[in-house]
């Protein structure tokens, strides 16, 4: 009976993952939608900027509501920049150095 109601437990818990995902990928999705600039040219913009080449690229809404382009930039010196690119005007919004890593 314990193993039945673990098993369920576990599975509601994996439901609720999976349903996570579902909401965060609908909402890239929207947010692609109400980008005026394609992902291709807001990488180009952030590879410039910094002078090295993405590794990974994510849209987002940033803490004003704006939707940014959000682009993992790695330098010939292996250094790892976060550079933010307006998704309306493809203008670089800011860069920090991605000390995580």
């Known amino acids: 009976m314990q193993t039945r109601t673990a098993a369920a437990g576990l599975l509601a818990a994996l439901g609720l993952a ?3 995902v579902a909401q965060a990928a609908d909402a890239d999705v929207i947010n692609l939608g109400k980008a005026k600039i394609s ?5 180009a913009a952030a590879e410039k900027h910094q002078g090295g080449k993405a590794a990974k690229a994510e849209v987002e809404t940033n803490k004003d509501g704006k939707v940014v382009f959000d682009i993992e930039v790695v330098t010939a010196d292996k250094k790892v ?3 933010m690119v307006d998704a309306d005007d493809g203008k670089v919004l800011g860069s920090k150095e991605d000390t995580d890593q």
């Open 81 to 83: 920049f976060d550079v």
């Open 18 to 20: 999976v349903a996570g």
């Open 39 to 43: 992902l291709s040219e807001a990488i």
